[in-house]
């Protein structure tokens, strides 16, 4: 990559920011389609976000993605949200637009992407159990219940966010059904047996910690599973499915690589190069 005086500046904030994987896959997309960008990582420390938000039009910086701690907070230091955004009420994607700054969360769509490319499978009209009532767990939420999925059971270890969530889905989407159960095995065990689509949004099973309350014999073939995880790339959760010969079952990684091919289609309105956006990944 060879940065001149006309070398557009892209890049993420976080903290920490050194895990990310953002810098080689953007770069490698940049590379493949000969576009003249560089995208940096930020160490960002929560106390300094207004500034760095103030730096991306000071600096003419064309693009930023928002990872953790930020993509709530940094809200209030943008001009204008997308619709997604605003209906999950975080960012991870901002636009620089002429020194307009305006937030977008690409997360949501990059999973519904990735949920067709990977495994086939579309929302409309499906029964979905999401495990987990968090910041990820509110994006797919709010992703699944757009897309038109007729049901969403929320699975959470604390039950009040879990209804907190389910209070706000209810007042915004009035096609979807929605309903909480606890994440223990019993109830989930029911869960499943009445849902077309398992999505993992706990960090149960993140670096191959944890056991979800799911077993094997819970599970049926027809079954699609969606990790967010992809860390292990064969999560906890993966392993009980490929035994229980669950035919889709898939880990977020494809849901990293969508996120990320949005952004470069926001910023530079070119189709993304995904798959040598996911070669670099992986
Ligand atoms: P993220 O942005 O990744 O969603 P988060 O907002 O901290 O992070 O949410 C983490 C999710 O994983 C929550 O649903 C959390 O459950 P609680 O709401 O009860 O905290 C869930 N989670 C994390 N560790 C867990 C554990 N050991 N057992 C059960 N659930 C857990």
Redesign the pocket.
Known sequence: MKITGKTKIVGIFGYPIEHTFSPLMHNAAFSALGLDYCYIPFEVQPEDLKSAVEGIRALNIRGINIT?PH?EAVIKYLDELSKEAKLIGAVNTIENKGGKLIGHNTDGRGFIKSLWDDAKTRVKGKRVLL?????????IAVSCALEGASEITIA????K??DELVGYLKRNFKKTKFSVIP?DGHEIAKGIAGADILIN????GLKGK?L?PISQKDLHRDLVIYD?IYNPQITPLLKIAGRAGVKKAVNGLGMLIHQGALAFQIWTGKKPPVDVMKKAVL
């Open positions: 953790v993509k495990l987990g009532a968090g910041g990820a767990g509110k994006g959470n270890r604390t039950i966010k879990a994440l949004a706990t960090s149960i944890g979800l967010l």
